[in-house]
T-cell receptor, first 115, second 112 residues
Framework: AQKVTQAQTEISVVEKEDVTLDCVYE???????LFWYKQPPSGELVFLIR??????QNEISGRYSWNFQKSTSSFNFTITASQVVDSAVYFC????????????FGSGTKLNVKP | DGGITQSPKYLFRKEGQNVTLSCEQN?????MYWYRQDPGQGLRLIYY???????QKGDIAEGYSVSREKKESFPLTVTSAQKNPTAFYLC???????????FGPGTRLTVL
C-alpha cells in the first residue's frame, strides 16, 4: 500500500538558516509521481514541484531544492537562507501508480521561521 | 484570472442537516477532486471526477455525495450520515490525472 511519512511534525529555525524537510514514501509501483505542496496560514495549497519515478535528478528553484533518492525512497526538500514568508505547513504527496487520480499525502511539516 | 473558487469560506450547520459546498474552476481542467483535512493531518480524498457526468469514490466517501453536471463545477454535499463532518474541505483540479493538482482556498465546515 502507498504511504507517505513526514516524521518532522514541526521545525523552528531562525531566518537565514537552511532547513531540510524529510519525506519518505512507500510504494510497490514502478511508475509514480511525487509532489511537494506549501500550505500557508490562509489554507490554500500551493504546488511547488512534481517528480516522476524515472527522473532522479535533483532540482533547484531559487532558494528551494529537492533531493530524490529511489534507493532510500526519499524526496527531501531543502530551503536555503530561509525567510519568514517560508513559514507554512509543507506536504509531500505520492500518486498511486495505477490510478494517478489518487494522491497520498503525508501529515505535513509545520515550518516556523523566526526573524 | 484563472483559478478555483470555493464558497462559502466558513460554514456552520446543525447536526442532522445536509449542506452543499461549492467548487468552481475556470482552468478548463477535466479532473476535479474533493479532499478533507483534519487538524494536524494530511489530506484525504473524498471523491474525484475525471470527466463530466462521471465520478468515483475516494478513500473516505461515506456520508458524502457529489455531482458533475458541468465541466467547471463539482459540488460536494455533506449529508447527515457523515458522523464527524467538522473539517476543512479542499477542492482541486488538474488538467490530466498525473499532473499537479491546483487547489481552491477551502471551506471550513463546523457542525454545531
Amino acid at each position: 500500500a502507498q504511504k507517505v511519512t513526514q516524521a518532522q511534525t514541526e521545525i523552528s529555525v531562525v531566518e537565514k538558516e537552511d532547513v531540510t524537510l524529510d519525506c519518505v514514501y512507500e510504494t510497490r509501483d514502478t511508475t509514480y509521481y511525487l509532489f511537494w505542496y506549501k500550505q500557508p496560514p490562509s489554507g490554500e495549497l500551493v504546488f511547488l514541484i512534481r517528480r516522476n519515478s524515472f527522473d532522479e535528478q535533483n532540482e533547484i528553484s531559487g532558494r528551494y531544492s529537492w533531493n530524490f533518492q529511489k534507493s532510500t525512497s526519499s524526496f527531501n526538500f531543502t530551503i536555503t537562507a530561509s525567510q519568514v514568508v517560508d513559514s507554512a505547513v509543507y506536504f509531500c504527496a505520492l500518486s498511486d501508480g495505477y490510478n494517478f487520480n489518487k494522491f497520498y499525502f503525508g501529515s505535513g511539516t509545520k515550518l516556523n521561521v523566526k526573524p | 484570472d484563472g483559478g478555483i473558487t470555493q464558497s462559502p469560506k466558513y460554514l456552520f450547520r446543525k447536526e442532522g442537516q445536509n449542506v452543499t459546498l461549492s467548487c468552481e474552476q475556470n482552468l478548463n481542467h477535466d479532473a476535479m477532486y474533493w479532499y478533507r483535512q483534519d487538524p494536524g493531518q494530511g489530506l484525504r480524498l473524498i471523491y474525484y471526477s475525471q470527466i463530466v457526468n462521471d465520478f468515483q469514490k475516494g478513500d473516505i466517501a461515506e456520508g458524502y455525495s457529489v455531482s458533475r453536471e458541468k465541466k467547471e463545477s463539482f459540488p460536494l454535499t455533506v449529508t447527515s450520515a457523515q458522523k464527524n463532518p467538522t473539517a476543512f474541505y479542499l477542492c482541486a483540479s488538474s488538467i490530466v490525472p498525473h499532473n499537479e493538482q491546483f487547489f481552491g482556498p477551502g471551506t471550513r465546515l463546523t457542525v454545531l
